[in-house]
């Protein structure tokens, strides 16, 4: 078993839940704003790529300028774009989705650049700051079918900023030093297709994470357990290739997940195994980007989430309708997706931590 | 017969809304972040290997 993966641990559950109320403000304004049919897929797009696609920039800027604490300016930004999306006071339909947007996206990055600089390598951190994100995106929802006021919301988002502040030592503490600790890629393959690899592959799962066969989900409670068990799979990944090892973790888990997804389209248990398994994977990507790209943390999560976005972007224009074309289409991205990880995946070491002077 | 009616309408539908004018600014920004994004990832992969690309 790997040795003080719970240091800094602290860290990572502030973020968890800084990510958990971003969603939880982002999820709210969403879902009362598509029930109209002509925000029915607009309104979630431009959330997606405006949330999504600029972390790479903010995320080099924060690399660059690490004075600037991103987690309280994207908790205000959250705050004043739940406010300006119930009192449409700016010019602009999209607006305050806009300054909502920007504001997720600062979050996403602050605590990207927190966890990672204190990690020393270690990926639980990571799992359980990327984890609250799937609490929160249910979360909100659930709330956005209620009659909860919009005040209550922005109000709820700037309790993230005392945590964000309290996360901001743990930063203090790395002194801006590359992140250590992070050396997952192959070194027989080059860096700059390391990276292309990792981006495919965070691509494939985000379109993946969409076609997967879930007829089973019809209640409330039914979607409830998809998010939850989401969430607990991607902190469970981080933990696992902690204990166990990257490369292990991540191909049992590609491989394992496959029969479960194709097998659960109709039986929730069978199926929910399959979507933990499936998400088990989302911090090993990232962690392999931030081996290559040691000293832009910011950036390399950037990178995931454009990654991200080019997967779910498609959904939005095309998607197939039959589940067996779907399992067919599964199974072949899975296949890429394993091929690609052992690729750049580096061997693991017996006990699970990586050793620096081993190729 | 059917299914090309609906997919004529989906296309139709598909083209007039990416030519609406907010698409057209959001395609066109996410174009100029890919593109800046993958300057910066080249700039630093190039700065770790030990070559040029060192801002200092």
Redesign the interface.
């Known amino acids: 078993m790997k040795t003080g993966f719970k240091k800094n641990l602290g860290a990572g559950w502030l973020y968890f839940y800084i990510h958990f109320i971003t969603e939880v403000a982002c999820f709210f304004i969403l879902s009362r704003n598509v029930g109209d049919s002509v925000m029915l897929w ?1 309104f979630p797009l ?1 959330y997606d ?2 949330a999504f ?2 972390q ?2 903010i995320g ?1 800027i924060s690399d660059k300028f690490p004075k600037i604490n991103f987690g309280v300016i994207g908790a205000l930004l959250l705050g004043a774009g739940v406010v300006f999306s119930s009192v449409p006071i700016l010019p602009g339909k ?1 607006t305050g989705l806009v300054i909502l947007c920007l504001g997720n996206a600062c979050t996403h990055i602050s605590g990207a650049e927190v966890i990672l600089r204190c990690s020393e390598g270690n990926l639980s951190h990571s799992a359980i700051f990327v984890g609250g994100g799937s609490f929160g995106v249910i979360c909100g929802k659930l709330l956005g079918s209620t009659a909860l006021p919009y005040p209550i919301v922005a109000a709820a988002v700037l309790t993230a900023i005392p945590f964000a502040l309290l996360a901001e030592t743990y930063r203090a503490k790395t002194e801006e030093k590359p992140c250590v600790g992070f050396d997952y890629h192959s070194k027989k393959i080059n ?2 297709v390391v ?1 292309l690899l990792a981006v495919t592959v965070v691509a494939v799962r985000g379109y993946m994470g969409y076609g997967i066969p879930t007829a089973w989900n019809k209640t409330v409670i039914q979607t409830v357990m998809l998010y939850v068990t989401m969430g607990i799979g991607k902190m469970a990944g981080g933990v696992a290739a902690d204990i166990f090892g990257v490369k292990k973790t991540a191909i049992f888990s590609a491989v394992a997940a496959l029969p479960f997804l194709l097998a659960g389209d109709q039986l929730m248990a069978v199926s929910l195994v399959g979507v933990m398994l499936f998400s088990m994977t989302m911090s090993i990507t990232l962690a392999l980007l931030v081996s ?5 943390p910011g ?1 390399a999560f ?2 995931t989430t ?1 990654g991200l976005f080019c997967g779910t972007a498609p959904i939005f ?1 095309f998607k197939f309708d039959s589940v067996r074309s779907n399992c067919i289409i599964i199974t072949a991205l899975t296949v890429l997706c394993i091929a690609a990880l052992m690729i750049i995946i580096r061997k693991d070491e017996k006990h699970g931590r990586l050793q620096d002077t081993r190729i | 017969m059917r299914n090309m009616e609906g997919f004529r309408i989906l296309v139709s539908d598909f083209m007039l809304t990416l030519a609406s004018e907010e698409l057209i600014i959001l395609g066109t920004s996410l174009a100029a972040i890919v593109i800046l994004t993958a300057g910066f990832v080249a700039r630093e992969l190039r700065k770790n290997s030990g070559g040029k690309g060192n801002d200092k």
């Open positions: 607009l431009i790529a405006l696609v600029p790479s920039i080099y999209f860096p700059a990276v290559v790209l040691k000293s832009t950036l950037g990178l454009i224009f």
